[in-house]
């Protein structure tokens, strides 16, 4: 069975280690690839420099809005522009409480839309549920398979 690998895009260090801290506390132990701003996101994803022999494609991309050099929506914009990556799950976790940031999202083709809760607990349980769901419930679509007609 293939690796399922997690792409967390976030600019925020502190985030970055409260989600691994919530992965280990639920035991998730799928190897959690960061990039920490969307342009660093689009190189993993698109396979540029120092990216170009990517090992395999993610089973989940956990993506925060407000990023650096390119912002999430416009990374999720280009993740389903791309064939290569237009099918990927994409959940967009962020701390934005804009009605337009969640109909965008959506709108680009966002799979799921949480915002992150500001208690340690609701946060831990958030991210539980989020990789039960993405990692072992969701079936992914055969990337490497897939032929365009």
Do not use: C, H
């Not at 990927?88 to 009605?99: A, D, K, R, Y």
Request: hydrophobic share 45%.
């Amino acid at each position: 069975m293939e690796e399922r690998i997690i792409f967390l895009v976030e600019d925020n260090p502190d985030d970055v280690e409260l989600i691994r801290l919530a992965f280990e506390r639920n035991r998730i132990s799928n190897e959690v690839v960061v990039a920490s701003d969307g342009v660093e996101a689009q190189d993993y994803l698109f396979a540029v420099g120092a990216n170009s022999k990517l090992r395999a494609m993610p089973a989940v991309i956990i993506l925060d809005l407000k990023l650096p050099k390119v912002d999430g929506l416009e990374v999720l914009r280009r993740i389903r522009a791309n064939e290569r990556t237009k099918l990927l799950p994409v959940v967009i976790l962020t701390s934005s409480i804009e009605e337009q940031d969640l109909v965008t999202s959506y709108k680009l083709g966002a799979n799921s839309y949480i915002r992150k809760p500001v208690d340690f607990n609701q946060f831990v349980e958030a991210v539980r549920e989020l990789g039960i769901y993405w990692l072992l419930l969701n079936e992914p679509p055969p990337l490497g398979k897939m032929k365009i007609e």
